[in-house]
Protein backbone atom coordinates (compact mmCIF):
# COMPACT_ATOMS: atom_id res chain seq x y z
CA UNK A 1 0.00 0.00 0.00
CA UNK A 2 1.37 2.99 -0.97
CA UNK A 3 2.39 6.05 1.64
CA UNK A 4 0.44 8.82 1.41
CA UNK A 5 1.87 12.06 3.20
CA UNK A 6 -0.18 14.39 4.32
CA UNK A 7 0.88 18.22 4.04
CA UNK A 8 2.19 20.15 7.07
CA UNK A 9 -0.58 22.01 9.00
CA UNK A 10 1.29 25.49 8.39
CA UNK A 11 1.06 24.48 4.41
CA UNK A 12 -2.71 24.11 4.42
CA UNK A 13 -4.65 27.34 3.50
CA UNK A 14 -8.28 27.85 3.25
CA UNK A 15 -9.19 29.20 -0.07
CA UNK A 16 -9.37 32.83 -0.74
CA UNK A 17 -12.84 32.33 -2.63
CA UNK A 18 -14.63 29.03 -1.62
CA UNK A 19 -17.38 27.52 -3.17
CA UNK A 20 -20.43 29.28 -2.22
CA UNK A 21 -18.88 33.23 -2.46
CA UNK A 22 -20.08 35.78 -4.41
CA UNK A 23 -17.49 37.51 -6.82
CA UNK A 24 -17.75 40.68 -9.17
CA UNK A 25 -15.83 40.45 -12.40
CA UNK A 26 -15.07 43.89 -14.35
CA UNK A 27 -13.85 43.93 -17.69
CA UNK A 28 -12.67 46.93 -19.58
CA UNK A 29 -12.98 45.51 -23.61
CA UNK A 30 -11.07 48.08 -24.68
CA UNK A 31 -7.88 47.80 -22.34
CA UNK A 32 -6.95 44.70 -24.42
CA UNK A 33 -9.77 44.42 -27.46
CA UNK A 34 -11.06 40.65 -27.30
CA UNK A 35 -8.45 39.65 -24.65
CA UNK A 36 -10.66 40.83 -22.07
CA UNK A 37 -13.67 39.54 -22.99
CA UNK A 38 -12.44 36.09 -23.49
CA UNK A 39 -10.84 36.31 -20.27
CA UNK A 40 -13.85 37.23 -18.29
CA UNK A 41 -15.30 33.53 -20.18
CA UNK A 42 -13.01 31.55 -19.19
CA UNK A 43 -12.61 32.77 -15.32
CA UNK A 44 -16.52 32.54 -15.07
CA UNK A 45 -16.15 28.69 -16.13
CA UNK A 46 -13.70 28.52 -14.05
CA UNK A 47 -14.95 30.25 -11.18
CA UNK A 48 -17.91 28.56 -11.63
CA UNK A 49 -17.24 25.24 -11.89
CA UNK A 50 -15.46 25.87 -8.20
CA UNK A 51 -19.03 26.53 -7.36
CA UNK A 52 -18.62 30.12 -6.69
CA UNK A 53 -21.37 32.79 -8.17
CA UNK A 54 -20.09 35.27 -10.71
CA UNK A 55 -21.04 38.85 -11.22
CA UNK A 56 -20.14 41.02 -14.22
CA UNK A 57 -19.71 44.29 -15.26
CA UNK A 58 -18.73 45.46 -18.60
CA UNK A 59 -17.56 49.15 -17.93
CA UNK A 60 -18.31 52.07 -20.64
CA UNK A 61 -16.42 54.82 -21.26
CA UNK A 62 -17.81 57.60 -19.31
CA UNK A 63 -19.62 55.80 -16.41
CA UNK A 64 -17.11 54.03 -15.36
CA UNK A 65 -17.00 55.55 -11.53
CA UNK A 66 -20.83 55.30 -11.66
CA UNK A 67 -20.92 51.66 -12.65
CA UNK A 68 -18.25 50.47 -10.44
CA UNK A 69 -19.58 52.25 -6.92
CA UNK A 70 -23.15 51.09 -7.71
CA UNK A 71 -22.06 47.28 -8.09
CA UNK A 72 -20.30 47.98 -4.82
CA UNK A 73 -23.03 49.21 -3.09
CA UNK A 74 -25.56 46.65 -4.33
CA UNK A 75 -24.10 43.35 -3.24
CA UNK A 76 -21.73 41.65 -0.60
CA UNK A 77 -18.45 39.96 -2.68
CA UNK A 78 -15.57 38.30 -1.58
CA UNK A 79 -13.50 39.50 -4.47
CA UNK A 80 -13.05 41.27 -7.34
CA UNK A 81 -11.37 40.19 -10.84
CA UNK A 82 -10.48 42.95 -13.31
CA UNK A 83 -9.89 42.00 -16.92
CA UNK A 84 -8.05 45.18 -18.14
CA UNK A 85 -4.81 47.76 -17.55
CA UNK A 86 -3.38 49.51 -14.89
CA UNK A 87 -5.97 52.17 -15.38
CA UNK A 88 -9.05 50.00 -14.55
CA UNK A 89 -7.29 48.55 -11.60
CA UNK A 90 -7.27 51.99 -10.34
CA UNK A 91 -10.48 52.84 -11.12
CA UNK A 92 -11.70 49.89 -9.15
CA UNK A 93 -9.53 50.58 -6.30
CA UNK A 94 -10.82 54.13 -6.39
CA UNK A 95 -14.48 52.62 -6.06
CA UNK A 96 -13.82 50.09 -2.97
CA UNK A 97 -13.02 53.94 -1.67
CA UNK A 98 -10.59 51.86 1.19
CA UNK A 99 -12.84 48.72 1.15
CA UNK A 100 -10.67 45.08 2.28
CA UNK A 101 -12.14 43.64 -1.07
CA UNK A 102 -8.89 41.66 -2.74
CA UNK A 103 -8.41 42.61 -6.22
CA UNK A 104 -7.64 39.55 -8.64
CA UNK A 105 -5.98 41.35 -11.75
CA UNK A 106 -5.91 39.52 -15.20
CA UNK A 107 -3.67 41.82 -17.50
CA UNK A 108 -5.47 42.70 -20.72
CA UNK A 109 -3.97 46.29 -21.22
CA UNK A 110 -0.91 48.37 -22.22
CA UNK A 111 1.50 47.97 -19.71
CA UNK A 112 -0.06 45.99 -16.94
CA UNK A 113 2.90 47.63 -14.94
CA UNK A 114 0.81 46.15 -11.54
CA UNK A 115 0.62 43.10 -12.40
CA UNK A 116 3.97 42.65 -13.22
CA UNK A 117 5.36 43.55 -10.54
CA UNK A 118 2.99 41.58 -8.53
CA UNK A 119 4.34 38.11 -10.39
CA UNK A 120 1.04 37.71 -12.30
CA UNK A 121 1.81 35.89 -15.68
CA UNK A 122 1.04 38.03 -18.09
CA UNK A 123 -0.94 35.73 -20.27
CA UNK A 124 -4.77 36.11 -19.74
CA UNK A 125 -5.35 32.20 -19.34
CA UNK A 126 -1.84 31.86 -17.18
CA UNK A 127 -3.11 34.34 -14.97
CA UNK A 128 -6.66 32.70 -14.13
CA UNK A 129 -4.95 29.44 -13.50
CA UNK A 130 -2.74 31.36 -10.82
CA UNK A 131 -5.38 33.13 -9.25
CA UNK A 132 -7.27 30.42 -8.84
CA UNK A 133 -5.07 29.30 -5.93
CA UNK A 134 -4.51 33.06 -4.90
CA UNK A 135 -3.00 34.74 -1.26
CA UNK A 136 -4.06 37.77 -0.52
CA UNK A 137 -0.99 40.44 -0.34
CA UNK A 138 -1.65 44.29 1.09
CA UNK A 139 0.41 46.70 -1.07
CA UNK A 140 0.50 50.78 -0.71
CA UNK A 141 -0.87 53.32 -2.17
CA UNK A 142 0.30 56.33 -3.41
CA UNK A 143 -1.65 59.86 -4.05
CA UNK A 144 -0.83 63.11 -5.13
CA UNK A 145 -3.42 65.84 -3.98
CA UNK A 146 -5.62 63.11 -2.82
CA UNK A 147 -5.84 61.28 -6.45
CA UNK A 148 -4.76 57.35 -6.33
CA UNK A 149 -2.11 55.66 -8.04
CA UNK A 150 -0.78 52.06 -7.69
CA UNK A 151 2.04 52.79 -10.46
CA UNK A 152 3.14 55.89 -11.09
CA UNK A 153 2.45 59.87 -11.55
CA UNK A 154 3.90 61.40 -14.31
CA UNK A 155 4.38 65.23 -14.76
CA UNK A 156 5.58 66.96 -17.76
CA UNK A 157 5.73 65.06 -21.21
CA UNK A 158 3.64 62.13 -19.60
CA UNK A 159 0.20 63.70 -21.04
CA UNK A 160 1.17 63.92 -24.14
CA UNK A 161 2.59 60.22 -24.29
CA UNK A 162 -1.03 59.06 -23.05
CA UNK A 163 -2.78 60.97 -25.83
CA UNK A 164 -0.47 59.14 -28.27
CA UNK A 165 -1.22 55.80 -26.61
CA UNK A 166 -4.52 56.53 -26.95
CA UNK A 167 -4.53 57.13 -30.67
CA UNK A 168 -2.33 53.83 -31.19
CA UNK A 169 -4.54 51.69 -28.83
CA UNK A 170 -7.54 52.99 -30.87
CA UNK A 171 -6.45 51.46 -34.12
CA UNK A 172 -5.76 47.84 -32.38
CA UNK A 173 -2.61 47.11 -31.96
CA UNK A 174 -1.53 44.24 -29.28
CA UNK A 175 0.07 45.52 -26.17
CA UNK A 176 3.06 43.56 -26.71
CA UNK A 177 2.88 45.55 -29.94
CA UNK A 178 2.54 48.55 -28.21
CA UNK A 179 4.61 48.74 -25.01
CA UNK A 180 8.06 49.03 -27.32
CA UNK A 181 6.83 51.70 -29.06
CA UNK A 182 5.39 53.33 -26.02
CA UNK A 183 8.79 53.47 -24.68
CA UNK A 184 10.97 55.04 -27.41
CA UNK A 185 7.74 57.31 -28.81
CA UNK A 186 8.52 58.53 -25.10
CA UNK A 187 12.05 58.72 -25.38
CA UNK A 188 11.57 60.64 -28.47
CA UNK A 189 8.79 63.56 -27.00
CA UNK A 190 11.15 64.13 -24.00
CA UNK A 191 13.58 65.55 -26.13
CA UNK A 192 11.68 68.46 -27.98
CA UNK A 193 9.44 68.78 -24.53
CA UNK A 194 10.29 72.40 -22.49
CA UNK A 195 11.61 71.65 -19.30
CA UNK A 196 9.90 72.41 -16.11
CA UNK A 197 11.20 74.34 -13.42
CA UNK A 198 10.26 72.01 -10.45
CA UNK A 199 10.47 72.94 -6.98
CA UNK A 200 11.37 69.81 -4.94
CA UNK A 201 10.77 69.19 -1.09
CA UNK A 202 11.42 66.36 0.77
CA UNK A 203 11.91 65.73 4.76
CA UNK A 204 15.39 64.96 3.38
CA UNK A 205 16.21 67.42 0.47
CA UNK A 206 15.18 70.40 -1.07
CA UNK A 207 16.30 71.26 -4.60
CA UNK A 208 15.28 73.56 -7.96
CA UNK A 209 15.78 72.11 -11.08
CA UNK A 210 14.92 72.55 -14.50
CA UNK A 211 13.78 68.88 -15.51
CA UNK A 212 11.87 67.46 -18.71
CA UNK A 213 10.02 65.09 -16.94
CA UNK A 214 9.05 64.00 -13.30
CA UNK A 215 7.76 60.56 -12.10
CA UNK A 216 6.69 59.75 -8.91
CA UNK A 217 6.48 55.62 -8.20
CA UNK A 218 5.01 53.83 -5.22
CA UNK A 219 7.79 51.87 -4.04
CA UNK A 220 10.96 52.20 -5.66
CA UNK A 221 12.27 51.05 -9.24
CA UNK A 222 14.61 48.27 -9.22
CA UNK A 223 17.82 48.93 -11.19
CA UNK A 224 17.61 46.10 -13.75
CA UNK A 225 18.12 45.85 -17.57
CA UNK A 226 15.01 46.17 -19.79
CA UNK A 227 12.51 48.83 -20.76
CA UNK A 228 9.92 48.55 -18.57
CA UNK A 229 10.86 49.14 -15.42
CA UNK A 230 9.87 47.05 -12.05
CA UNK A 231 9.31 47.15 -8.06
CA UNK A 232 10.63 44.43 -6.23
CA UNK A 233 8.22 45.70 -3.12
CA UNK A 234 4.95 47.11 -3.57
CA UNK A 235 4.71 47.65 0.16
CA UNK A 236 8.29 49.02 1.02
CA UNK A 237 6.28 52.32 2.14
CA UNK A 238 8.29 54.83 -0.08
CA UNK A 239 8.35 57.10 -3.01
CA UNK A 240 10.52 57.17 -5.60
CA UNK A 241 11.15 60.28 -7.24
CA UNK A 242 12.71 60.46 -10.44
CA UNK A 243 13.41 63.11 -12.34
CA UNK A 244 15.01 63.82 -16.23
CA UNK A 245 16.61 67.07 -16.32
CA UNK A 246 17.14 69.30 -18.53
CA UNK A 247 20.11 67.67 -20.90
CA UNK A 248 21.03 67.68 -23.92
CA UNK A 249 19.98 65.44 -27.19
CA UNK A 250 22.88 63.52 -27.02
CA UNK A 251 22.81 63.21 -23.23
CA UNK A 252 18.97 61.67 -23.50
CA UNK A 253 20.19 59.47 -25.95
CA UNK A 254 22.85 57.93 -23.63
CA UNK A 255 19.80 57.60 -21.10
CA UNK A 256 17.88 55.88 -23.48
CA UNK A 257 20.80 53.08 -23.49
CA UNK A 258 21.01 52.96 -20.19
CA UNK A 259 17.79 52.53 -19.32
CA UNK A 260 18.16 49.57 -21.48
CA UNK A 261 20.85 48.64 -19.78
CA UNK A 262 19.41 49.26 -16.53
CA UNK A 263 22.03 51.47 -15.40
CA UNK A 264 20.07 54.49 -15.79
CA UNK A 265 19.47 55.78 -12.20
CA UNK A 266 23.32 56.49 -11.82
CA UNK A 267 23.13 59.16 -15.28
CA UNK A 268 24.27 62.66 -14.33
CA UNK A 269 20.93 63.37 -16.58
CA UNK A 270 18.68 61.24 -13.53
CA UNK A 271 17.73 62.57 -10.03
CA UNK A 272 17.08 59.64 -8.42
CA UNK A 273 15.61 59.88 -4.29
CA UNK A 274 13.65 58.52 -2.17
CA UNK A 275 11.12 59.98 0.62
CA UNK A 276 7.99 59.37 2.48
CA UNK A 277 5.87 62.29 1.36
CA UNK A 278 7.39 65.33 -1.28
CA UNK A 279 5.80 68.45 -2.00
CA UNK A 280 6.67 69.63 -6.12
CA UNK A 281 6.20 73.51 -7.18
CA UNK A 282 5.82 73.66 -11.23
CA UNK A 283 7.02 77.13 -11.62
CA UNK A 284 4.28 79.68 -11.10
CA UNK A 285 1.71 77.18 -12.76
CA UNK A 286 -1.77 77.08 -10.04
CA UNK A 287 -2.99 73.58 -11.88
CA UNK A 288 -0.52 70.73 -13.69
CA UNK A 289 -1.71 68.16 -16.09
CA UNK A 290 -0.40 64.73 -14.30
CA UNK A 291 -0.86 61.07 -15.36
CA UNK A 292 -1.58 58.65 -12.94
CA UNK A 293 -1.56 54.90 -13.38
CA UNK A 294 -1.97 56.45 -17.52
CA UNK A 295 -4.49 58.15 -17.08
CA UNK A 296 -4.61 62.23 -16.99
CA UNK A 297 -6.08 64.18 -14.91
CA UNK A 298 -5.29 68.46 -14.01
CA UNK A 299 -4.86 69.13 -10.13
CA UNK A 300 -3.97 72.30 -8.52
CA UNK A 301 -0.07 73.02 -7.81
CA UNK A 302 2.10 72.77 -5.83
CA UNK A 303 1.53 68.54 -5.86
CA UNK A 304 1.39 66.65 -2.90
CA UNK A 305 2.66 63.52 -2.48
CA UNK A 306 1.96 60.54 0.06
CA UNK A 307 2.03 57.15 0.47
CA UNK A 308 -0.94 55.00 2.16
CA UNK A 309 1.05 51.83 4.01
CA UNK A 310 -0.95 48.30 3.05
CA UNK A 311 -3.98 50.30 1.77
CA UNK A 312 -5.21 48.07 -1.45
CA UNK A 313 -6.23 44.43 -0.94
CA UNK A 314 -4.91 42.06 -4.36
CA UNK A 315 -4.38 38.87 -4.92
CA UNK A 316 -1.06 37.24 -5.65
CA UNK A 317 -0.38 33.41 -7.15
CA UNK A 318 1.24 31.49 -4.20
CA UNK A 319 4.63 31.37 -4.05
CA UNK A 320 6.41 27.99 -5.37
CA UNK A 321 7.06 25.44 -2.56
CA UNK A 322 9.88 23.40 -3.29
CA UNK A 323 10.01 19.48 -3.19
Known sequence: MPLVVSPPQSMIIDPVVPAGARVLVVANRASGNAAALAAVITLRQRLSARGVQVDELALVAGQVEAMLRGAFAGASYRAVYVAGG???VLAVVEALAGRALPIGIIPCGTMNWTARDLGIPLDPGAAIAALLEAEVRHIDLGRVNGQPFLCACM???GSLLARWRERERARGNSPWVLWPRLVWRGLSLIQRYRHLRLRLLTAERRERLRARALVVTANLIDTQPGPVPSRTRLDGGKLGLYAVRDASGLELMRLGMRLMLGSWQHDDAVLATAAT?????VGRRRAVSVMCDGERVRLRAP????LERAAVAVLVPP?????
Do not use: M, N, S
Open 86 to 88: DGT
Open 155 to 157: VGF
Open 277 to 281: HAEIG
Open 303 to 306: LRFT
Open 319 to 323: PTVAD
